[in-house]
């Protein structure tokens, strides 16, 4: 009986004694072009409505955001701004994150993109100022994601801050 208790003992002090280890497991979800592809292309809208094209032909905001591009500043109180090396911007306000306008240097709408969810991976609809469908994009994660013509062919695969084309050519990069 008493080497029951001692044992008992025992462990109790090791079990608060000895640190206690967790191991918390991470997924990582892998793509290859022809899988992204086929999951990017599943239930496509080909156009979107005129209305919400209209509203944002120009940038209603094009000088605050080209001073707050010089100034190196990548958000607002309303709006997320990123910058491209060919001069272009998208803006992303705060009050709808599903839509993404982006302008060329002069504040003109280039294109229109539309997300499924916040949350990767994602799926893209871009289109262009007629709203149609110009690229459909599948965001494995912020750092990785396809973007191909609705063609389906491979337009460019962005890893980190770099695209690449389908030979593995840096062909824009953004800040």
Not at 9 to 31: C, F, H, Q, W
Not at 52 to 80: F, S, V, W
Not at 91 to 106: D, P
Not at 145 to 153: N, P, V
Request: net charge positive; with cysteine.
């Amino acid at each position: 009986m008493q080497k029951r208790i001692i044992t008992l003992l025992i462990i109790s002090i090791l079990m608060i004694v000895l640190p206690v280890e967790a191991n918390t497991l991470k997924g990582e979800v892998r793509y290859t072009v022809k899988q992204a592809r086929e999951e990017a292309f599943s239930n496509v809208e080909y156009t979107l409505p005129q209305s919400i094209i209209k509203a944002n032909l120009t940038d209603p905001n094009y000088k605050e955001n080209k001073k707050a591009i010089k100034l190196g500043a990548t958000e607002l109180k309303d709006r997320y701004i990123e910058h491209y090396s060919d001069g272009g911007y998208a803006l992303a306000y705060k009050n709808n994150m599903y839509i993404v306008y982006y302008y060329k240097e002069n504040g003109k709408l280039e294109t229109l993109e539309k997300r499924n969810s916040l949350q990767t991976p994602t799926r893209t609809l871009r289109y262009n100022a007629h709203g149609e469908l110009e690229e459909v994009s599948l965001f494995i994660t912020p750092e990785d994601s396809y973007i191909f013509t609705i063609s389906g062919e491979l337009k460019c695969h962005w890893v980190g801050d770099k695209g690449y084309d389908k030979n593995g050519k840096v062909i824009i990069t953004r800040y």
